[in-house]
């Protein structure tokens, strides 16, 4: 659907959405485990329904009970596996790359032949980077030319395996939840890792279902005991700074006075996107961190955020490639040009995002140039506008979002093409807008 949007100010407080990054690997966890886990506040986002479904055909019973979902294991209490049936001969991952990734070793740990089908842009996502770790660890694996769908056929055995991290820590994340449950020790040696902060995510969900991997410092080495057995948990899902993100650069651009204060959010989360702050900062943007219970705050704590005059700022996103989308939006509000790092990371994502934020955004009068690894906007500053138009949110959640926070910047409506892909990862994004839209 095309959804047209004209915000003019934003201020008052909202909750950060639940993060589907903690959710996803707290289901997989939750699956391998003895006994029944409660998620709380949860997130039922596109990409965590599929995760859930992936758990349930692989034999967890699942109950959604409103402020949190229940999911009842399979794992013994010794470890292996007690699956209550046998697992289908496919399961669908949706459009989730993390879910195809990070389930493709758990599925390893079935005998029988498991296909992982890819619907929609994860459909042309490269994940040949699966094949030779799940090889070599005692598994068969194919892919069809490097690309979904994704047959694996087990047992996972454990031993030495070598893993390619330079294009995501996905696949890196699954092979340490599914290791525990192999029949022997583990050593992953792993090149060139990207966002170390969601295996930080990884190994922290990981230690709440009762379940420790050491690491060396640098990443570059994981030990990896095997015949473990994870334990249910009461896991609280962490508030999402990737979508919060969107927040508080809306708060920024915003013209009022006020602050706005984003809730649910743990300034000491590993999720690599609370590096928005840094961002922030280097713009020139009032940000103060609340802590939990401090004046505004609830839950794990809040950042409040101030929009003043900005000026342009150097950013390196490597670590965090989903924070483009909003820092360009945050560039187009600043005096000079803004320049950001890791544009490489881009090209496969749910859109080749690099090529959608330069030439959507050129629709709506914005400069977005792409050289090699390195983005450079023009900013406008705070006194100038932006034309309105319609944009192609490309199916990528992340682009009708940042176009929708760039209204705020535009003298005319925005209109947003396929605006309904934000279900991806914040199904209520717009609403959530709305109530913060003054």
């Not at 986002?45 to 599929?50: E, I, N, R």
């Not at 794992?75 to 195809?100: D, H, I």
């Not at 619907?119 to 660890?137: D, K, T």
Request: net charge negative; with cysteine; charged share 25%.
């Amino acid at each position: 659907m095309t959804r047209s949007v004209a915000y003019r100010d934003i201020g008052g407080a909202l909750a950060a959405p639940a993060s589907k990054s903690s959710m996803q690997r707290a289901v997989a966890c939750a699956l391998l485990a003895s006994g029944e886990s409660v998620l709380r506040s949860p997130s039922r986002s596109a990409d965590c329904l599929a995760a859930l479904g992936v758990a349930r055909a692989l034999g967890a019973e699942v109950l959604d009970r409103g402020d949190s979902i229940s999911v009842r294991g399979i794992g013994g209490e010794k470890g292996g596996l007690r699956p209550r049936s046998a697992p289908p001969a496919s399961v669908s991952c949706g459009e989730s790359g993390l879910c195809l990734r990070m389930f493709s070793p758990v599925a390893a740990l079935f005998e029988s032949e498991i296909e992982l089908v890819a619907q929609g842009s994860l459909r042309r996502r490269p994940v040949s980077m699966i094949e030779a770790p799940l090889a070599a660890l005692g598994a068969s694996c194919s892919t069809s030319g490097g690309f979904p769908p994704v047959r694996v056929r087990g047992r996972l055995r454990g031993g030495r395996a070598a893993v390619d991290g330079r294009e995501s820590s996905q696949l890196l994340t699954g092979l340490l939840v599914a290791l525990p449950l192999a029949e022997s020790d583990t050593v992953l040696e792993v090149e060139g890792l990207a966002s170390r902060g969601y295996v930080d995510l990884t190994l922290d969900t990981m230690r709440s279902f009762g379940v420790e991997v050491e690491g060396s410092s640098d990443y570059a080495r994981f030990s990896i005991p095997g015949r473990r057995a994870y334990r249910a948990a009461d896991f609280t899902v962490e508030g999402d700074w990737s979508g919060a993100a969107f927040l508080l650069v809306a708060g920024v651009l915003a013209a009022g006075s006020g602050p706005l204060v984003v809730d649910n959010l743990d300034a000491s989360s590993s999720q690599p996107d609370r590096a928005v702050l840094e961002a922030l900062s280097a713009a020139g943007a009032e940000v103060e961190v609340l802590p939990a219970g401090g004046p505004g705050s609830s839950g794990s704590g809040s950042v409040s955020v101030r929009g003043r005059d900005l000026g342009a700022f150097e950013f390196d996103a490597r670590d965090c490639p989903d924070l483009f989308p909003p820092l360009v939006a945050l560039a187009l509000a600043c005096e000079g040009e803004s320049e950001l790092r890791g544009a490489s990371r881009l090209r496969a994502k749910e859109s080749d995002r690099a090529a959608a934020l330069s030439e959507e955004f050129a629709k709506l009068g914005a400069s977005v140039a792409v050289e090699g690894d390195l983005m450079r906007v023009r900013g406008f500053g705070r006194g100038r506008k932006i034309a309105g138009g319609r944009v192609d949110s490309r199916g990528d959640h992340r682009i009708a979002m940042a176009a929708a926070v760039a209204s705020l910047l535009a003298s005319a409506p925005v209109e947003i093409e396929g605006s309904e892909c934000v279900a991806k990862s914040w199904p209520n994004f717009f609403e959530d807008m709305g109530r913060i839209a003054v």
